[in-house]
């Protein structure tokens, strides 16, 4: 809920005796599938990929949409960063001690850190991950222009994969593929490469309006469907054994049977 200060931005004020009154939140998102776990002083900071976290009962929690220049663009948000963090540490003298520091500053540092999650590229602008501020009683949702940048970024660098993903089937190298080609390629949809399964998008159901997988020859009562058969498919949905012998007949597809004379 708006206004409402999140789970995890309580997690991140370990230090027992301190009341925390943010005043500004960080989120921390992600628009890619790679999910981002980033270390930072005592503490580990996740940015969950896309479609990635799941519940307690392992179902997958869907990600939130945002439209982009009419493309619609999915995003996670990770960790919350408050506007300011405290850390502990002991000091040459075994002396605990609290360090303060800015909760945008934090952002910025989990951005660009030290060792890089996924490559050697310490810009995860480049993977897809972000963040916005916002006051605590603002509701916490991107705006276009938020998520445009971070995607130009992202697809830029997706681009870059898939130019060398492509140089490696060229000189001969398909061992040198891996993973990252491979979600490059399905990013842009490129199924003419190996590995990437082309995605049919549903189309709607002429008879009922209902979502219809593109080229089904039925749209089957099994299947919540209304038992639509196109005219173009009925000769081969009866093939198939998919329809009746009374719709065949309705069709013209079969000989009507022969009736007795009403005497």
Known sequence: MPGEQPD????????????????YLCYMFNISEFTQQVPKGARSYTL?????RKDHTNRVIPSKTIEIDGKPVKYEIGAVVPSTVFDTYVDGEGKRR???????DV?????YPEIAPTSDNNDLRKWGCGFFKRLPKESPVPTPDEIRAVLAAYEDNMRAWVADGDKC???GRPADVNSIHTRAWRYFSMTDRPGVTKVEQPVEC????EKLKRNALRHTVQSGGCGYVAP???KRAMELGLVTRDEAEMWGLLPAKATAPIK
Request: hydrophobic content about 35%.
């Open 206 to 209: 002429p008879g009922c309006g």
């Open 107 to 111: 952002a910025q540092d989990i951005l």
């Open 169 to 171: 089937l060229a000189e």
């Open 48 to 52: 969950w990929g896309v479609d990635q």
């Open 98 to 104: 609290i360090e303060t520091q800015e909760g945008e």
């Open 232 to 234: 173009e498919n009925r």
């Open 8 to 23: 995890m931005v309580r997690q991140l004020q370990p230090l027992r005796g301190v009341d925390i009154s943010p005043r």
